[in-house]
Protein backbone atom coordinates (compact mmCIF):
# COMPACT_ATOMS: atom_id res chain seq x y z
CA UNK A 1 0.00 0.00 0.00
CA UNK A 2 1.14 3.69 -0.61
CA UNK A 3 2.03 5.74 2.03
CA UNK A 4 -0.76 8.11 2.48
CA UNK A 5 0.08 9.84 5.36
CA UNK A 6 2.67 9.87 8.22
CA UNK A 7 1.18 7.28 10.83
CA UNK A 8 0.94 4.80 7.43
CA UNK A 9 4.71 5.37 7.66
CA UNK A 10 5.81 5.76 11.39
CA UNK A 11 4.27 2.50 12.34
CA UNK A 12 5.01 0.21 9.69
CA UNK A 13 8.82 1.41 9.70
CA UNK A 14 8.42 0.58 13.75
CA UNK A 15 6.97 -2.94 12.93
CA UNK A 16 10.31 -3.31 10.73
CA UNK A 17 12.70 -1.81 13.39
CA UNK A 18 11.45 -3.57 15.89
CA UNK A 19 11.94 -6.99 13.95
CA UNK A 20 15.68 -5.81 13.17
CA UNK A 21 16.04 -4.68 16.80
CA UNK A 22 15.05 -7.87 18.48
CA UNK A 23 16.79 -10.13 16.03
CA UNK A 24 20.18 -8.27 16.38
CA UNK A 25 19.94 -6.01 19.96
CA UNK A 26 21.27 -3.61 18.25
CA UNK A 27 20.07 -0.06 16.16
CA UNK A 28 19.97 -0.63 12.33
CA UNK A 29 22.15 1.81 10.32
CA UNK A 30 20.91 4.73 8.35
CA UNK A 31 21.35 3.03 5.18
CA UNK A 32 19.15 -0.27 6.91
CA UNK A 33 16.71 2.40 7.53
CA UNK A 34 17.08 4.39 4.19
CA UNK A 35 16.11 0.97 2.58
CA UNK A 36 12.96 -0.20 4.50
CA UNK A 37 11.73 2.90 3.62
CA UNK A 38 11.77 2.50 0.63
CA UNK A 39 10.59 -0.65 0.74
CA UNK A 40 7.56 1.31 2.09
CA UNK A 41 7.58 3.38 -1.38
CA UNK A 42 9.47 6.15 -0.34
CA UNK A 43 12.19 7.78 -3.07
CA UNK A 44 15.42 9.12 -2.09
CA UNK A 45 16.23 12.37 -3.01
CA UNK A 46 19.53 13.01 -0.96
CA UNK A 47 21.76 11.53 0.82
CA UNK A 48 24.98 12.93 3.05
CA UNK A 49 26.19 15.18 6.38
CA UNK A 50 24.48 13.16 8.84
CA UNK A 51 21.02 13.41 6.73
CA UNK A 52 19.16 11.27 4.27
CA UNK A 53 15.53 12.79 2.90
CA UNK A 54 13.18 10.55 1.05
CA UNK A 55 9.36 10.97 0.10
CA UNK A 56 6.73 10.57 -2.29
CA UNK A 57 3.86 12.45 -3.53
CA UNK A 58 2.13 12.64 0.11
CA UNK A 59 5.22 12.14 2.56
CA UNK A 60 8.65 13.53 3.24
CA UNK A 61 11.39 11.41 5.59
CA UNK A 62 13.73 13.00 7.17
CA UNK A 63 16.59 10.35 8.87
CA UNK A 64 19.12 11.50 10.85
CA UNK A 65 21.24 8.52 11.92
CA UNK A 66 23.64 9.05 14.73
CA UNK A 67 24.57 7.27 17.60
CA UNK A 68 20.35 7.41 18.03
CA UNK A 69 17.87 6.80 15.21
CA UNK A 70 15.77 10.28 14.34
CA UNK A 71 13.29 10.15 11.51
CA UNK A 72 10.56 12.38 10.85
CA UNK A 73 7.84 11.57 8.82
CA UNK A 74 5.99 14.96 7.47
CA UNK A 75 3.05 15.60 5.33
CA UNK A 76 4.36 16.87 2.20
CA UNK A 77 2.02 19.57 2.41
CA UNK A 78 4.33 20.74 5.28
CA UNK A 79 1.54 20.47 7.57
CA UNK A 80 3.69 20.38 11.32
CA UNK A 81 0.69 19.72 13.30
CA UNK A 82 0.51 15.80 11.47
CA UNK A 83 4.40 15.03 11.60
CA UNK A 84 5.60 12.06 13.32
CA UNK A 85 8.86 11.05 14.64
CA UNK A 86 10.42 7.40 14.95
CA UNK A 87 12.89 7.15 17.36
CA UNK A 88 15.40 5.16 18.85
CA UNK A 89 18.16 4.68 20.84
CA UNK A 90 20.09 3.08 24.19
CA UNK A 91 18.70 3.82 27.41
CA UNK A 92 21.45 2.75 29.54
CA UNK A 93 19.54 3.19 32.71
CA UNK A 94 16.77 0.86 31.67
CA UNK A 95 20.01 -1.09 29.29
CA UNK A 96 17.36 -1.08 26.69
CA UNK A 97 16.71 -0.29 23.16
CA UNK A 98 13.35 2.12 23.03
CA UNK A 99 11.44 2.65 19.79
CA UNK A 100 8.84 5.05 19.97
CA UNK A 101 6.39 6.67 17.47
CA UNK A 102 5.78 10.19 18.59
CA UNK A 103 3.87 13.36 17.56
CA UNK A 104 6.85 15.81 15.93
CA UNK A 105 5.30 18.75 17.42
CA UNK A 106 3.54 18.35 20.84
CA UNK A 107 2.18 21.22 20.51
CA UNK A 108 0.25 21.73 17.17
CA UNK A 109 -0.05 17.82 16.94
CA UNK A 110 -4.07 17.17 16.36
CA UNK A 111 -4.20 13.93 17.95
CA UNK A 112 -2.13 11.67 20.51
CA UNK A 113 -0.13 8.70 19.22
CA UNK A 114 -1.80 5.83 21.12
CA UNK A 115 1.54 3.31 20.17
CA UNK A 116 3.18 2.08 23.35
CA UNK A 117 6.84 2.47 22.96
CA UNK A 118 8.81 -1.12 22.15
CA UNK A 119 11.17 -1.79 25.11
CA UNK A 120 13.54 -4.46 24.38
CA UNK A 121 15.85 -5.65 27.68
CA UNK A 122 19.41 -5.78 26.68
CA UNK A 123 19.85 -8.44 29.31
CA UNK A 124 17.11 -10.59 28.14
CA UNK A 125 16.47 -9.99 24.48
CA UNK A 126 13.12 -9.96 25.10
CA UNK A 127 10.50 -7.40 24.42
CA UNK A 128 9.56 -6.39 27.34
CA UNK A 129 6.33 -3.57 26.53
CA UNK A 130 3.17 -4.56 24.03
CA UNK A 131 3.70 -1.94 21.16
CA UNK A 132 0.99 -2.27 18.43
CA UNK A 133 3.08 -2.09 15.46
CA UNK A 134 1.92 -3.67 11.86
CA UNK A 135 1.46 -2.55 8.35
CA UNK A 136 -1.65 -0.92 6.51
CA UNK A 137 -3.52 -2.47 3.92
CA UNK A 138 -6.49 -1.19 2.01
CA UNK A 139 -9.30 -3.45 1.54
CA UNK A 140 -12.30 -2.43 -0.30
CA UNK A 141 -12.10 1.11 0.07
CA UNK A 142 -11.04 1.14 3.76
CA UNK A 143 -7.63 1.64 5.30
CA UNK A 144 -6.43 -1.29 7.86
CA UNK A 145 -3.97 -1.49 10.35
CA UNK A 146 -2.84 -5.10 10.33
CA UNK A 147 -1.45 -6.73 13.16
CA UNK A 148 0.03 -10.17 13.48
CA UNK A 149 -1.16 -12.56 16.16
CA UNK A 150 1.76 -12.85 18.67
CA UNK A 151 1.27 -8.54 18.56
CA UNK A 152 -2.22 -9.30 18.96
CA UNK A 153 -1.52 -11.65 21.72
CA UNK A 154 0.62 -9.29 23.38
CA UNK A 155 -2.08 -6.58 23.37
CA UNK A 156 -4.58 -8.60 24.18
CA UNK A 157 -2.46 -9.72 27.51
CA UNK A 158 -1.64 -5.54 27.86
CA UNK A 159 -4.95 -5.03 28.94
CA UNK A 160 -5.83 -2.32 26.70
CA UNK A 161 -7.84 -4.03 23.68
CA UNK A 162 -9.75 -1.11 23.58
CA UNK A 163 -7.41 1.37 22.66
CA UNK A 164 -6.54 2.38 19.32
CA UNK A 165 -2.93 1.92 18.49
CA UNK A 166 -2.68 5.14 16.21
CA UNK A 167 -4.70 7.79 18.23
CA UNK A 168 -5.54 6.38 21.38
CA UNK A 169 -8.86 6.82 20.93
CA UNK A 170 -11.36 3.87 21.62
CA UNK A 171 -11.58 0.68 19.39
CA UNK A 172 -15.19 -1.14 18.76
CA UNK A 173 -14.20 -4.72 17.85
CA UNK A 174 -16.28 -7.15 15.59
CA UNK A 175 -14.82 -10.34 15.75
CA UNK A 176 -11.26 -9.84 13.96
CA UNK A 177 -11.69 -6.46 13.19
CA UNK A 178 -11.68 -3.11 15.30
CA UNK A 179 -12.66 0.59 14.10
CA UNK A 180 -11.77 3.62 16.38
CA UNK A 181 -14.45 5.78 17.11
CA UNK A 182 -12.50 8.63 17.40
CA UNK A 183 -9.63 8.87 14.23
CA UNK A 184 -11.77 6.11 11.82
CA UNK A 185 -8.70 4.04 11.42
CA UNK A 186 -9.90 0.36 11.23
CA UNK A 187 -7.31 -2.82 12.86
CA UNK A 188 -7.17 -6.08 11.69
CA UNK A 189 -5.88 -9.60 13.03
CA UNK A 190 -4.24 -11.88 10.94
CA UNK A 191 -2.97 -15.62 11.76
CA UNK A 192 0.44 -15.81 9.74
Given at each position: ?R ?67 V ?7 G ?95 R ?18
Amino acid sequence: MRAYDPVTVAIPLAYRLEKVILERKSLPSGDEVKEILKELGLEELYSGKGLSLLRNRDVVVLVFPRENLVIDVIPATGEVSDALEVIAYHDRKLNALILEVLPANDIEYEGNIGVEPAIISLDSGELESAPVFGEFKEEGGEIYLVVDRDTFQRWKESGKLDVCPVCGGELSWRGKKAVCLDCGYRVKVVEE
